[in-house]
């Protein structure tokens, strides 16, 4: 219902006034034309200032907050990357708090102790070899961590006790035609 209508259907049942067809509902359509236009504008400002809800500019004026821009394929994963980003505080520098962090911003990395005072060790579960992105990754995730600890990152490739097992001969792998970059990264999900 535009708020035309409504006014007119508040003022009906008083029964003063004629609606339709008259100075009084021209005046009405066109003070409900100008309130219609003020609820959309109400509407898309109070969307765009909640980032759970926030679909263009709300989102771009919380990252121009940011030093950078979270990894995010889709608009759910960028409000949540933002949120992630937005919960850092003065205690946000647990290994749980990390973690999450990272989660959030969409890098799928996991930071653990190394056993080393000062030294985090920051690995990628489920990504063989060195991830797509590796240096934007980096940047971000040296945002995130602590300035005063220092990272290891960690990768893994197949080994050859596991192609031994995948392959009965290096016949069978060579007729795959895959580089050794490609070789590398051949792991098993469960691995």
Not at 13 to 30: A, H, I
Not at 134 to 138: A, D, P, Q, V, W
């Given at each position: 219902?535009?708020?035309?209508e409504?006014?007119?259907?508040l003022?009906?049942?008083?029964?003063?006034?004629?609606?339709?067809?008259?100075?009084?509902?021209?005046?009405?359509?066109?003070?409900?034309?100008?309130?219609d236009?003020?609820?959309?504008?109400?509407?898309?400002?109070?969307?765009?200032?909640?980032?759970?809800?926030?679909?263009?500019?709300?989102?771009?004026?919380?990252e121009?907050?940011?030093?950078?821009?979270?990894v995010?394929?889709?608009?759910?994963?960028?409000?949540?990357?933002?949120?992630a980003?937005?919960?850092?505080?003065?205690?946000?520098?647990?290994?749980?708090?990390?973690?999450?962090?990272?989660?959030g911003?969409?890098?799928?990395?996991?930071?653990?102790?190394?056993?080393?005072?000062g030294?985090?060790?920051?690995?990628?579960?489920?990504?063989?070899?060195?991830?797509?992105g590796?240096?934007?990754?980096?940047k971000?995730i040296?945002?995130?961590?602590?300035?005063?600890?220092?990272?290891?990152?960690?990768?893994?490739?197949?080994?050859?006790?596991?192609?031994?097992?995948?392959?009965?001969?290096?016949?069978?792998?060579?007729?795959?035609?895959?580089?050794?970059?490609?070789?590398?990264?051949?792991?098993k999900?469960?691995?």
């Open positions: 219902m535009s708020y035309g409504y006014l007119k259907a003022l009906e049942p008083m029964g003063v006034y004629r609606l339709e067809g008259t100075l009084n509902g021209g005046e009405l359509d066109s003070i409900g034309a100008a309130l236009g003020v609820d959309g504008d109400l509407e898309h400002t109070q969307r765009e200032m909640i980032l759970l809800t926030a679909e263009g500019e709300g989102l771009e004026a919380v121009a907050l940011l030093t950078r821009r979270p995010a394929a889709s608009l759910e994963d960028r409000r949540a990357a933002l949120a980003l937005l919960r850092i505080g003065g205690d946000s520098f647990t290994l749980a708090a990390i973690n999450d962090t990272l989660r911003c969409g890098v799928y990395a996991l930071a653990s102790e190394t056993g080393t005072p030294y985090v060790e920051v690995s990628f579960p489920n990504v063989p070899g060195i991830p797509d590796f240096e934007e990754l980096c971000i040296e945002d995130i961590l602590p300035a005063h600890v220092g990272i290891q990152y960690v990768y893994w490739y197949v080994t050859w006790e596991e192609l031994e097992r995948r392959f009965a001969t290096w016949g069978d792998l060579e007729a795959l035609g895959l580089t050794w970059g490609e070789i590398e990264k051949l792991v999900e469960e691995l």
